[in-house]
């Protein structure tokens, strides 16, 4: 007999050597968690510090939590989606392990689910409080993507991300790098899901540094987010189905 609990929200928040930053996230999950209705699914994607360890410590006294560990790190997306494999939720998403965006953010898209039920949703936080050039940059990655694809896509990395799981099981090859954002978003925009914005506080990382906080690695991502546009535009033209592919 299967006795997996079934929850009606699921948070997947992908962990990468968050060993420092995990204790201060734990402190944010106050008693809104804490009931039979939210899942929070931590993906340890590949880390080689003590983030396991403390993972494990944390779901020994919340049972709201389950794990994923993965061996080696195949990316942001990757590490999202095994989480996504595991959840149970009729809404599902995720947020980041750095504590730059708080997990309470979950929290107020829940309150918009429950006064929007009979829709199709995609939720998302929209950041303030970033320094001026990642703002401009973002502004940029958002034009370029509307010429190319269309779509008017502001803040596509912005967090929590949260939709009706509908849209999660009808995708093919998804991306398994940053670029997932950037798929979730424009896929319940062809899908004509209701999009909601709502406004989310971006702070400094607390420890360590993030996979996107150099220069270097703005335009590595950039160049990937081309890249990925480009494919996926072209695979829409040419066989006119739902299957999009970052390989």
């Avoid at 997947?12 to 050597?17: D, Q």
């Avoid at 996107?212 to 890249?227: C, E, F, G, P, V």
Wanted: net charge positive; hydrophobic share 35%.
């Amino acid at each position: 007999m299967n006795t997996t609990k079934m929850y009606e929200f699921s948070l997947v928040i992908p962990c990468y050597n968050e060993a420092e930053n995990l204790p201060d996230l734990f402190s944010k999950f106050s008693n809104s968690f804490k009931n039979s209705k939210i899942e929070v699914i931590f993906v340890d994607n590949g880390s080689n510090d003590k983030t396991q360890y403390i993972l494990k410590k944390f779901q020994e006294k919340n049972n709201f939590v389950k794990i994923v560990k993965i061996k080696s790190n195949k990316g942001y997306g990757n590490g999202i989606l095994r989480g996504l494999e595991k959840s149970t939720g009729k809404y599902v998403g995720w947020t980041h392990a750095d504590l730059q965006t708080d997990p309470e953010d979950f929290i107020k898209a829940v309150e918009i689910i429950n006064k929007n039920r009979n829709k199709r949703l995609l939720i998302k936080g929209h950041r303030y409080g970033r320094n001026f050039f990642d703002v401009i940059f973002t502004f940029g990655m958002t034009i370029f993507e509307l010429i190319l694809l269309r779509k008017w896509l502001p803040d596509i990395n912005g967090q929590p991300t949260v939709f009706n799981r509908e849209l999660f099981s009808n995708w093919n090859n998804p991306p398994l790098d940053f670029s997932l954002d950037l798929f979730t978003f424009y896929h319940a925009k062809k899908e004509k899901y209701d999009i909601i914005r709502y406004p989310v506080f971006f702070g400094p990382r607390l420890s360590g540094v993030g996979s996107n906080d150099r220069i270097s690695a703005k335009i590595k991502y950039s160049i990937r987010t081309i890249i990925f546009s480009t494919k996926m535009i072209y695979r829409l033209r040419e066989k006119n189905v739902k299957d999009f592919t970052s390989h």
